[in-house]
């Protein structure tokens, strides 16, 4: 049977090459391996092998012609063979055998690495590129702070990260002034940190957005709150409570403290939310992932507003604790909080906390979970409101908002609602903590 | 439990596998008549016979080529090499044939052979009798790599190699053969590819392999003395590598010493630090460090040689860097 | 020369040796021109002129039990020993379906059922190999005889002469075949050997050694026979069989150290036409014959260039399988 014969690749680099001529002419016939034709390629002139024992049939390319590496240079076979066929599919557009379909899906290993090496030399060839840019067209790259932050391990930059501390205003123990975890540690546990502001600051441009640098402190509260809201699922609960009796019991405080002192209100609500509390365990507990921790004393923390952030000083054991008391130890501890600073035991391990923004006319508001706690009462302002009386008049009357926020990892709708309930029985009617 | 030389631990898993399993014989210089060079095959001969307990002539190439193609025919090889210096000159055979046997025939074969013996430095033996070879076999694809550091491991971990269908290099040391440790008395496998935290501790991660184990103890307990908890990992496998579990301990103490014996380019230690470095890179609180063999070949002299591997007070060296204390 | 005649084996047994060694010769040179238009890469050696030999060792084995190993050039061997032509073809593609997945090209081809152990492109290095695969069969007792080829290049690495004193003082069941194709890549063997007589330097191995013509198929097989016998009573023996390569070394080879004259003297002794005339002499064989023959090898092998195109590239993934067992 004839077949066409190809200009092969006589070197491993050629790609084309010039028939410099033909050692058989047509009809002669050869043995495998005999000089069918010389080839001039890129480098020197190669000899064509026949590449089986056949007939030449047909010169298609001759001598002085030039054929790319699997071009069709001849025909040959047995003598006598029909080469019209063989003419005909040569004529008729000749794309070289169709490759076997893939598919896209089934992408051949092949195509991967062509792919991958195209990417390299884009790639190499943006680099060079770069390399080459005038000098102006660097500076765009120059950082615009001259001060440069100084070396840190790995994982201080990961915690200053995580506590918002901004590490040029950290000094550095290791070698060469390396910041290391320690270094952050220290940092964050210093109360006054913050005014230290690094000379950094000072030669920004005009222009710049203001950097305050994050306190320690401020760093605590940024951790600490966002690992509970965003590991906490919180939601809400909010009643509209009368409190009217509460403002009246404060009033009778006083009187009979026979002073003018009264005590104050969010004493009187973390006692209430104590006795509620010890009515309601199941609000008095920690989610600590493989179990949930119910607490046996009822710690209230109370959030207070200091001039460098938030503190949230525990007053222990509170249901077994008078108004009073609870009042004199809570006035004592944001007094020592404002000029000494709390120690971590007077501040941490609150088991339930109390918001107030009642001060600044809010009227309601949604609070972060204070953890180790579960629960946390916000509390907005009171005001007069006209409230529809049972007999059917109208009233005005001294409203409060409270919204209960639960991490509902540990605490459920239903839970959270009847303890909410009973909370707000107690701000209403005072007296029921004693039946 | 009884206590057994890290040999006696080797004789034992091999003399059991023997008996277990036909198919499995011992060829190497000096296994059968002399009992082994260091004594491991000791006994092997009397109670197995020559076919199973083969004493080959110096021929390092010729046999472990040998043992491949007995490999892939059906048995399972246990190919001692009087030592791994010896083993270069099977090089070839290992790298070019056994590992890549069953790639290049598309999956057709296996290759279930053991290459065992002493490797690492040992005492007085000078530069081309005491180095340590881990990472020519470790660079290998195709190859699995064991490096047992106590008796136990040494016997539960040749158990494993010579069951294993792939070729397995085994690393002991001529120092070790004669380290005494506890031994269940049990039939037991260690399973090649799983670490052992040998000492856990939450201030710095020590990871070694083979003989370097026991002084890295040594500064662990060292260091403990000054209230540092070094937690120790021992690698048993080189290649599979036990990778989550070192990543799980420097996560959990910021900090990591690699030790190990060999010279410090392109090393074992050298690939681990590495690793260490590029999937901890976040929780690193100091640079890595390798606590390696000197970069020289090894000397004759005694001060020199000890000079010339990793030691405790090294290791020590090296804490007082990744914990940022020169106090230590 | 041989010392038997056609005439002291069935027809058949020649008429398939004859068969085979055509394959090989129309397979070899389609390969080549594969290789011309890129459709195989690398290291590609052709086993054009030493057919006879491959074709005649392999006949004398039994392959339910005997084993075969050999170089890189090795399409010949796969081939006699009934490897698929597609699959080998496949393999030179490096498509999946070639006989090693695609994995291991011209120099790997495999096939463990066949009890073909490959190909090796390290020179010398399946002489050790095949050592033990005969410790594996006198171990297991299995009656089976390995049959290890090698070039006349390897004759001299040192992996074949522990080979060789390992198989004398254990008595294994191995015959190694030195095909001296007389060129060892650009190498003329008398420049490199300090004894050119090969049998002679396995003798002072104790082993066997036989001389053979590598081109007259007769006495390959007459020869193998023996050879095999005497392995299989324990006594391992070499082979010499004198034959020569038609190509180059390698695809690349210019082949610059020996004349055309020198290729065109040997073709007249080409073993297959050899075999052939022989045949018609004896009127074994018409010329009806032989056109069946060459028209069956010719369409196994465009069989298996179209079947190798067809099949799929191995996928990605491919890269880490067969790795480990």
Not at chain 1, 20 to 27: L, P, T, V
Not at chain 2, 236 to 242: E, F, G, V
């Given at each position: 049977m004839a077949e066409i014969i190809y200009m092969t690749a006589l070197s491993p680099t050629m790609t084309e090459g010039t028939i410099?001529?033909?050692?058989?002419?047509?009809?002669d016939s050869f043995a495998s391996g005999d000089l069918l034709l010389e080839v001039e390629t890129d480098k020197a002139s190669m000899d064509y092998e026949a590449p089986k024992s056949a007939s030449l049939l047909k010169i298609l390319l001759p001598a002085g012609g030039k054929a790319k590496v699997g071009d069709p240079i001849g025909i040959i076979g047995k003598k006598g063979d029909d080469i019209e066929g063989l003419m005909a599919s040569l004529t008729k557009k000749s794309q070289p055998a169709s490759e076997p379909e893939t598919s896209p899906a089934q992408q051949p290993a092949t195509q991967v690495i062509q792919d991958v090496s195209a990417r390299l030399d884009a790639a190499i060839e943006s680099h060079n590129a770069k390399e080459t840019l005038p000098p102006a067209a660097k500076?765009?790259?120059?950082?615009?702070?001259p001060v440069s932050v100084p070396p840190s391990s790995p994982l201080a930059r990961k915690l200053a990260k995580e506590l918002g501390?901004?590490?040029?205003a950290v000094k550095g123990s290791g070698p060469q002034g390396r910041v290391v975890k320690r270094d952050v540690e220290t940092f964050a546990a210093s109360p006054r940190t913050q005014t230290a502001q690094p000379d950094v600051l000072v030669s920004q441009p005009q222009s710049a957005p203001a950097k305050i640098p994050v306190s320690g402190k401020r760093a605590v509260i940024a951790r600490r709150l966002s690992e509970s809201f965003f590991t906490a699922p919180h939601y809400y609960l909010k009643k509209k409570v009368s409190a009217e009796k509460l403002l009246a019991l404060r009033q009778f405080s006083a009187e009979l403290a026979q002073s003018t002192e009264k005590a104050s209100l969010n004493a009187l609500l973390m006692k209430l939310a104590a006795e509620a509390l010890k009515r309601h365990p199941e609000i008095n507990v920690h989610f600590a992932s493989d179990y949930i921790e119910q607490f046996t004393a009822t710690d209230i923390a109370l959030a207070v507003a200091l001039d460098d952030g938030l503190i949230t000083p525990v007053v222990r054991d509170c249901a077994n604790k008078s108004v009073r008391q609870i009042d004199t130890e809570m006035k004592a501890l944001i007094e020592k909080a404002r000029t000494k600073g709390l120690a971590p035991s007077e501040y941490e391990g609150g088991t339930f906390t109390i918001t107030n923004l009642g001060s600044f006319g809010i009227d309601e508001f949604t609070a972060i979970i204070n953890p180790p706690g579960s629960a946390i009462l916000a509390v907005g302002a009171i005001k007069k409101e006209a409230v529809p009386q049972e007999d059917g008049s109208i009233g005005i009357v001294s409203m409060m908002t409270l919204t209960l926020g639960c991490d509902h990892r540990s605490i459920d709708g239903a839970v959270g609602a009847r303890f909410l309930r009973d909370l707000a029985l107690y701000i209403e009617e005072p007296a029921s903590v004693l039946l | 439990m009884s206590e057994l030389t890290y040999r006696e631990a080797l004789n034992r898993a091999m003399d059991e596998e023997m008996a277990r399993d036909g198919n499995v014989f011992i060829i190497g210089e000096e296994v059968g008549e002399y009992d082994g060079a260091y004594k491991v095959s000791k006994g092997l001969l009397a109670k197995y016979g020559p076919e199973r307990v083969r004493d080959t002539p110096i021929a390092e190439l010729g046999f472990t080529g040998l043992g491949v193609g007995a490999a892939i025919a059906g048995l399972r090889p246990v190919v001692e090499w009087m030592t791994h210096n010896f083993a270069l000159l099977a090089l070839d055979q290992v790298v070019n044939n056994a590992a890549k046997m069953r790639q290049m025939s598309g999956g057709q074969l296996k290759v279930p052979v053991v290459f065992r013996g002493p490797n690492g430095p040992a005492e007085y033996l000078a530069a081309q009798h005491s180095q340590s070879f881990a990472a020519y076999w470790a660079h290998v694809p195709g190859l699995k790599v064991v490096a047992p550091a106590t008796p136990a491991d040494a016997y539960g971990l040749l158990k494993s190699a010579i069951r294993d269908d792939n070729p397995v290099v085994v690393l002991e040391a001529e120092m070790m053969y004669s380290w005494k440790g506890e031994v269940p008395d049990h039939e037991y496998l260690v399973p090649i590819g799983k670490a052992n935290i040998v000492r856990e501790g939450s201030d710095l991660t020590l990871i070694t392999f083979s003989k370097p184990l026991r002084v890295t103890l040594e500064a662990a307990e060292a260091l403990a003395q000054k209230g540092i908890q070094a937690e120790v990992i021992d690698l048993?496998?080189?290649?599979?590598?036990?990778e989550e579990t070192l990543y799980a301990s420097v996560r959990k103490t910021g900090r990591c010493i690699v030790i190990d014996e060999a010279w410090p380019m392109a090393s074992v230690g050298s690939h681990v630090a590495w690793l260490i470095s590029k999937n901890c890179f976040d929780t690193l609180d100091a640079q890595v460090e390798l606590v390696s063999g000197e970069d020289v070949p090894m000397p004759y002299n005694h001060g020199l040689e000890l000079l010339a591997q990793p030691s405790a007070p090294k290791i020590i060296d090296a804490a007082k860097k990744v914990l940022y204390r020169e106090d230590l | 020369m041989s010392s038997i005649s056609l005439n002291d084996y069935p027809k058949d047994t020649w008429l398939r040796m004859l068969k085979t060694m055509q394959l090989i010769r129309t397979f070899e040179e389609k390969a080549g021109q594969m290789y011309g238009l890129r459709k195989i890469g690398g290291f590609c050696h052709l086993y054009t002129g030493q057919e006879a030999v491959a074709t005649g060792m392999i006949s004398a084995l039994d392959l339910e039990k005997d084993y075969v190993l050999t170089a890189y050039r090795d399409h010949g061997h796969a081939l006699a020993c009934g490897i698929d032509p597609k699959a080998a073809m496949a393999e030179l593609f490096g498509k999946v379906t070639g006989v090693s997945r695609g994995k291991g090209g011209s120099m790997h081809f495999f096939d463990a059922k066949r009890h073909f152990l490959g190909g090796n492109g390290i020179v010398g290095a399946q002489i050790p190999v095949a050592t033990g695969v005969a410790y594996a069969q006198h171990y297991q007792k299995t009656g089976g005889v390995t049959l290890c080829f090698f070039g006349d290049g390897a004759f001299h690495q040192g992996a074949l002469h522990e080979s060789f004193n390992l198989a004398r003082i254990w008595n294994l069941p191995i015959v190694y075949v030195v095909e001296n194709n007389q060129w060892g890549m650009g190498t003329n063997w008398k420049k490199v050997s300090a004894n050119p007589d090969f049998a002679e330097t396995a003798k002072a191995y104790s082993m066997k050694g036989y001389v053979c013509d590598g081109l007259d198929i007769l006495d390959v097989y007459q020869t193998a026979q023996e050879a095999v016998a005497s392995a299989r009573n324990g006594e391992p023996a070499f082979i010499e069989a004198r034959t020569y390569r038609y190509k180059g070394h390698s695809m690349s080879d210019p082949q610059k150290y020996r004349t055309r004259e020198e290729v065109d003297a040997y073709k007249q002794r080409d073993a297959i036409l050899l075999l052939k005339s022989r045949l018609e002499a004896a009127n074994m064989l018409s010329q009806e014959d032989w056109d069946t023959i060459v028209a069956l090898c010719e369409t196994a092998v465009d069989e298996a260039v179209s079947f190798a195109e067809k099949s799929p590239e191995p996928a990605p993934g491919e890269l880490f399988t067969d790795i480990f067992a």
């Open positions: 410099a001529r033909w050692k058989k002419s047509e009809g500076d765009v790259f120059t950082p615009v702070s501390i901004d590490l040029r | 048993r496998s080189i290649r599979p590598l036990d | -």
